[in-house]
């Protein structure tokens, strides 16, 4: 099951402190508004964001339809197909995609430790 590109939303405490940290680690900002508290940088193929004020843990982050650069793939698994596949398995979402709608979606699930990861497809 291919659920696109990956990446890491952290929810911070000062995003100006996260920001400056990460670049130390090699990161560079790639989009975002530091003014409302949030940033998405890049490292390579590595992607994080980060969130001041906006969730209160960190999410797991999957894109159908997207690339680890963030652009768009011609053939790619539907988000909705993924959480029918998903629902079939047995796995309880947190939110579901409309299974009636086409184009961006999104649904969540938890991880057996309480780990929430999205699948966010933005095409």
Known sequence: MNLGAFSVSLAVKDILESKTFYEKLGFSVFSGDQEQNWLILKNGEVTIGLFQGMFENNILNFNPGWS???REVENFTDVRVLQRKLKDQGLE???EADETTTGPANFMISDPDGNTILVDQHV
Do not use: N
């Open 93 to 95: 979402l947190m939110s």
């Open 68 to 70: 680890s650069d963030s």
